[in-house]
């Protein structure tokens, strides 16, 4: 295993970072692995050297941070833990969402609650809230931290301006800013090189992508894609533009040289991703073992200037995706 420093933070975190989404209960969504096998992936994660685990509130409903807070049992010190805030929990309560003051405090009390942790290392906004004042967001999130319920705080989706004036506005207040980025980055989906990955280079912000592999369409030719369970299940990968622009010739290329160089296409994606100095750590969801050592042997993948301009040339701009 590699280990990087999580942008300005000072932590030691694994190249590969566990996304949690994938267990919790398959009652929430068809292709999530219960608790025994989500227990088992985690147990292998830490054999592999991962010591960065990704999961939020909405996971499962809070199942995701049960199981994963039940499997770090013993060997919390060792782990980066991840969690975020936003959407809401409960139907029957407007205040479970949000960034409201209210909904940060009693959503943060409830995660740690169920993974049985006193802190977290990282709390995250999983969106951006355009119903509350960034002022009273970030105030919120530094007495979270001052508090001792997190160590950092961080950031997902969103457009790069509110991201600068989300730090502008903790600076001027004297409050801890954004030590990360959790943004939607991948062969098919580029566009955050337009503004967000340099904004992040520039501040010294962790960059934590989501959906390296496209949520899964990278890791099989097109055809067999749409054939699997969440290929035809996942409505939040067909609202993507994944299959517009040139996402198929792209597809088609990472196929092709994956061939040529003897290894799978989901290891020759996730290692593009990796070859990209702005990003310490993708975010890697699976619902298999063998998925998982997959993505750690990716790290050894060598990748020269002439194949990443050959997996980057069919690219097209595409509408923005992952901000909602």
Partial sequence: MEYTTLGDTGMEVSRICLGCMSFGTPEWREWVLDEEAGLELVDRAIELGINFFDTANMYSNGESERVLGKALEGRRDEAVVASKVFFQMDEDDPNSGGLSRKAIEQELDNSL????????????????????PIETTMRALDDAIRRGKTRYVGASSMWAHQFAEAQYTADSLGLDRFATMQNHYNLLYREEEREMLPLCEKQG??????????RGYLTRPHEEFEATTRGRTDEYAKGHPYFEGGGREVNERVEELADEKGVKMAQLALSWVLHKDWVDAPIVGTSSIEHLEDAVEALDIKLSDSDIDYLEAPYQPVRVAGHE
């Fill in 113 to 132: 609650s169920r993974l049985g942790m006193d802190s977290l290392d990282l709390l995250q906004i999983h969106r951006y809230d355009d119903e509350t």
């Fill in 205 to 214: 912000v962790g960059v934590m992508p989501w959906s390296p592999l496209a």
